[in-house]
């Protein structure tokens, strides 16, 4: 379970978290939605001890993140962030690799290996395995970053906005991967979106976020509703229930 | 452009590897004093010309050189900017003036003395340098190198006024300009602490890789991100300030080469540290070479002809970095 309490954090004088409660049992696909700059980045951040905590606590299983050794929380929570910085000269095999270190501590195992080759064929990096990844294009490199962060097998995930630059082939494979994931693998993975229908279709939970607050937090039946998402957007969202699901329709010839 | 087939990696560091050994052998053989075996008539016996100066010599240069190169690739790695090196961050100078201190306070000094003050003041040099760097604007990567030179243009000034009102200024020369010549048996073997420094950071290779890809990345994967920096720190500082006290100071070495390696093999060091350790051998080796026979029988340091072979490739590679952006 993450348990973040009370958690607040000013940057630049500007608050951007305030004093955020909220429980992530083990198990279930999270989705955090919410506006640019809502602090959900942020929030990622600090529950995996990226930013130093201000304010609150964060519990990974009862571990602090702030005073547990960084090698034990690398076995138990992985994050992609929203942005990687320059691509390396490095293969993708390599680079999903190096998602194995905090077990293989640089000596891969035969074991380490297999999990190599199994998560370039589960995200279908194969056919890329031999290439550089400053040779890639953004929705390829971003699927490796995804490869990565799968390899260091970890009970927890965060995943902030991992279908950036992804076709929509590509968008609903890895929305299948994470779903089966937590199926069959038990795994706890929080997912940041802003195509809020793949939040909708898939996640069992989706929490959003607004001016470093929650705003609102439940399933997708209950917040996939016009008054819900008008009160996070700030615009009339009409939504349609079919197939079982609820869809927004937010494009911009849909008025209201 | 870089195609990342082991076969190609291993051809290259087997070519790499021979080219070092014939420039041993060159090495060993190229000096004033002739060397053939039916020369009857010679000063100084054979055996003891070799092991007196000129093997001293060609290892002096092997070691600097893969030490220098995998200095510089560590430099990078902590920076995250593929155009700093030791002598473009303050290292060498920061080093220089530990020699100095250690001259003016205690002439008596042997080498080892030397050696860990300009260690000492190696290392707080570049961490001063490091903690400003890493202030300074990612976007604008060449702001970066630019401080260094800064940077180290005003040590290195200071050093020089130092040196200067303490009358010192004639050996000033022989610590900022590093040449090979002066080294004898019994004045290099320092030098070997270069094995024990290329050695940490082959095992720490994945570590300093993960690193090049930010702290936040280290961090998630379970690397203690200040810890590892500090440890890279020691190890840039300590090489430079050896061969700064050894030989003089060697520009470029740390930079030229693993820039190099990054196009022809990429940036897992795990794989490409061996290459740049090869890579600064070779070139620091050659340089030196080079030096003995241009104006031969004179030398020329080998300092010099890095300082011209240097800043040529320099700008080659900030060009190419452009063309590719
Ligand atoms: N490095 C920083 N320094 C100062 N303020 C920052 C920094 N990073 C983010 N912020 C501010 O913190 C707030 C929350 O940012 P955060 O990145 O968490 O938003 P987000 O919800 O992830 O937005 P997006 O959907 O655009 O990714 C924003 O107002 C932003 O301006
Ligand atoms: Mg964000």
Known sequence: ??????????????????????????????ALVGPNGAGKSTLLSLAARLLPLQDGSVTIDGLPVESTPGKLLAKKIAILRQDSGPPPRVSVRDMVGFGRFPH?????????????EEALARFELEALANRSLDRLSGGQRQRVMVAMTYCQDTDYILLDEPLNNLDMYHARQLMLELRRLVDETGRTIVIVLHDINHASASADR??????????????PETVMRTEVLEAIYGFRVPVIETNGMRLALQYASCAP | MFVPAIPLHRRVVMSAGLCLALLVVASLAIGVEEISLSSTAR?????????????????????????????????????????VEPSTAGTAQSAALGILIVTLFLPAAGLGMKALVASICA?????????????????????????GMVYGGVVGAAVTYVAWQNDLLQYLDIWTNGEFSGVLRGRYELLFVAVVIVAVAMLIAERLTIMALGEAQATSLGIDYRRMTQIGLVLVSVMSALSVVVVGLIPFVGLVVP????????????????????????????????????????????????????PAVFLWFVLQERRDA
């Open chain 1, 1 to 30: 379970m993450i348990e973040i309490k009370s958690v607040s954090l000013v940057r630049e004088g500007q608050r951007v978290l305030d004093s955020i409660d909220l429980l992530l049992p083990r198990g279930g696909l999270t």
């Open chain 1, 104 to 116: 293989s501590g640089g000596r891969m195992t035969a074991q380490d290996r297999t999990m190599v």
């Open chain 1, 206 to 219: 989706i929490i959003a976020m607004k001016n470093g607050m929650i705003a609102a937090d439940g399933t």
């Open chain 2, 43 to 83: 000063s100084v016996p054979l055996a003891d010309l070799l092991s007196i100066s000129r093997l001293p010599r060609t290892l002096a240069a092997v070691l600097c050189g893969a030490g220098l190169a995998v200095a510089g690739q560590i430099l990078q790695t902590l920076t995250r900017n593929r155009f």
């Open chain 2, 123 to 147: 290392l707080a040099g570049t961490a001063l340098f490091l903690s400003t760097a890493h202030r300074l604007p990612p976007e604008q990567p060449h702001l970066v190198p630019l401080f």
């Open chain 2, 259 to 310: 820039n190099l390696v990054s196009r022809l093999s990429g940036d897992n060091l795990r794989g490409t540290l061996p290459l740049t350790a090869l890579g600064g051998a070779i070139l620091v080796l050659a340089s030196d070479i080079a030096g003995r026979i241009i104006r031969f029988p004179y030398e020329i340091p080998v300092g010099t002809v890095m300082g011209v072979i240097g």
